[in-house]
């Protein structure tokens, strides 16, 4: 029970990695909401949690909508009266094109995984303070550190400013108890969104890159997630937990 009674709200929850975090905090005692805008999925998810014993409800949310973010935080606050941890994990893929100067998909890359983000910053920070602090959660990627061929500059970028955007608000947030931390997945099974990296000949590529020589578990990143949501990380903020097989350390 490393998060008993801790209200956690999770974006991008239906699927891959939110999924597997929502689960796991649900498990170990938090309250979650699971936010997404894919609703047969997200609610299976959170039926899936409760009949397990935990406690959870699904949350339409599109992460670029602001209004929808103020419904999505003031319905979690409606329901059990705080908001702890907030996991910014919504995200969409940079890989879904070979054109890797579109320009439209610049616009909806960093629209989600950037202007998504920050969005949640903003609404999550509002409800901690309320209570006295929390924690954020933001998935940045190893592509947030690193150029990779293939994938589409927009991702970089959107990840490099989530890991920024994150380090800012520690900064500024510190006073008020409110934790920020960054997650970096490296190669995990591929998003809904995926192309070039679901081509096996490419994960084959990447997998050279990487030095326990395999791809990572979606609960691998979550259980680093729940670490960082956790007290047990209470002394932590502004930092970046690489979840990578070592990628980064080449
Ligand atoms: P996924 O595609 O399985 O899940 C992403 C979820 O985000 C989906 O449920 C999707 O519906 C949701 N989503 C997308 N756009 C949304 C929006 N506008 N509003 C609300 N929800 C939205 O992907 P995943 O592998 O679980 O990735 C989770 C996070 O980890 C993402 O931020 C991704 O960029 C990051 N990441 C993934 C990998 C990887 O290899 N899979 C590696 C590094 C980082």
Known sequence: MRVADKVALVTGAASGMGA???????????????????EEEGKA???EIE??????????????????????????LGAWGRLDVLVNNAGISGSATNDLYDTALWDRIMAVNARGVFLGTKHGVAAMRRTGGG????LSSISGVVGQERIHCAYNA???????????????????RIRVNSVHPGLMPPMRTSGA????????????????GRAGEVDEVAYAILFLASDESSY???????????????
């Open 197 to 212: 990296t679901a081509d096996p000949v490419f994960r084959a590529k990447m997998l050279g890159h990487v030095p326990l």
């Open 45 to 47: 998810v959170a039926a």
């Open 51 to 76: 009949a397990a014993g935990g406690t959870a409800m699904f949350l339409r949310l599109d992460v670029t909508e602001e209004a929808q973010w103020e419904a999505a935080v003031g319905a979690v």
């Open 236 to 250: 932590m903020t502004g930092t970046e937990m690489h979840v990578d097989g070592g990628y980064l350390a080449c």
């Open 158 to 176: 959107s990840k490099a400013a989530v890991r920024l955007l994150t380090k800012a608000v520690a900064v500024q947030e510190g006073p008020a």
């Open 135 to 138: 924690s954020i959660v933001n």
């Open 20 to 38: 597997a975090t929502a689960r796991l905090l649900a498990r170990e005692g938090a309250k979650v909401a699971l936010a997404d805008m894919l």
